[in-house]
């Protein structure tokens, strides 16, 4: 059965040294959030399209093995039983996805071995902002770093958020445990996605901060898992100054500039949104090795992604 509880949180240290009134306090002030472990597929569609109007296939993008046996216990209760002590691989598609024909059942990881994982729920959280549903939360016990997941596929029904396309049948080759976060997907975000000067809340997942004034277009770059600077600080200007944005100019000329500033902070998520202050056609995102790390401490390569048109 799908049911709606508590979003997960990665950065669940915020709850050591609080009372529980506290804790109490500081999850009701986040909305609820959509996690499902039914282990079949019930969705009954006669969608049966892979390929979208603009002709471009529904894909995963990247499946990343980013915790071994390593959510944390408080995972039982804001994401579902089993969670706690589970392994964590966020999973990305090629497009935005309609969480209510997704269930743990539509899906199998493959080890190296040959072994078929236990997927325990899926999650959307903690990349639930509006414009981010390409990324889905796995924790389970699909895998160690002796018997690694190497596949994940999509087995059932699972369509995109508007139901014009099925991934039924889509699968992509798992990130080993040992490797850092790249950039797998950037997007120009509208401006009803920005949420001009809204200020980020306490919690460290969910009401992520929004643009700041002088904003004149924003790009949405989703990495394979969630990133922070090493020993899980949020980033800052360190980071901030490392992205190379590629601006096609109306004249023709290409300008490489650095975003003035970052948004989509302090949710605990795999996105960025990079704020810039010039005109012109976004092309492309650059990010140098060595500044963010994944949940495991992985510092990120050298990555490098195309802006989707």
């Not at 959509?34 to 471009?56: C, E, F, N, Q």
């Not at 935005?96 to 899906?107: C, L, Q």
């Not at 190296?112 to 994982?117: C, D, R």
């Not at 790009?219 to 090493?230: D, E, L, S």
Request: hydrophobic content about 40%; some cysteine; proline content about 6%.
């Amino acid at each position: 059965m799908k049911t709606y509880i508590f979003a997960p949180v990665l950065l669940f240290l915020i709850f050591a040294g609080c009372s529980k009134i506290e804790q109490i306090q500081l999850i009701r002030s986040y909305k609820n959030n959509m996690v499902d472990s039914s282990p079949v597929d019930t969705t009954v569609t006669d969608v049966t399209a892979d390929i979208d109007s603009h002709g471009r296939q529904a894909t995963l993008l990247s499946a990343f093995y980013g915790l071994d046996d390593a959510l944390p216990g408080v995972a039982d209760k804001g994401m579902c039983e089993g969670a706690g002590g589970a392994d964590g691989m966020p999973v990305i598609f090629s497009h935005e996805i309609d969480f209510s024909t997704m269930e743990t059942g539509d899906f199998r990881i493959t080890t190296a071995s040959g072994k078929i994982g236990e997927i325990t729920c899926v999650t959307l959280a903690p990349a639930d902002d509006k414009g981010e549903y390409r990324t889905a939360l796995f924790a389970g016990h699909y895998g160690s770093i002796d018997d690694q997941p190497v596949k994940v596929e999509v087995v059932g029904n699972l369509l995109s958020i508007d139901n014009t396309i099925n991934f039924k049948g889509a699968s992509v080759e798992v990130t080993p445990l040992e490797e850092g976060a790249t950039m797998i997907w950037a997007e120009v975000v509208p401006e009803d996605q920005w949420k001009m000067g809204q200020e980020a809340t306490p919690l460290p997942w969910g009401g992520s901060s929004g643009v700041p004034e002088g904003t004149k277009q924003v790009v949405r770059v989703t990495w394979a898992g969630g990133i922070t600077k090493p020993g899980g600080d949020e980033v800052d200007d360190v980071e901030r100054v490392q992205y190379k944005v590629t601006v096609l100019k109306e004249d023709g000329s290409e300008i490489e500039v650095t975003p003035f500033a970052l948004a989509d902070l302090v949710d605990g998520d795999n996105n960025h949104l990079l704020c810039l202050d010039v005109a012109g056609t976004p092309q492309s995102v650059y990010f140098p090795a060595g500044y963010m790390t994944d949940p495991r401490e992985d510092l990120n390569p050298e990555t490098t992604i195309i802006i989707s048109k």
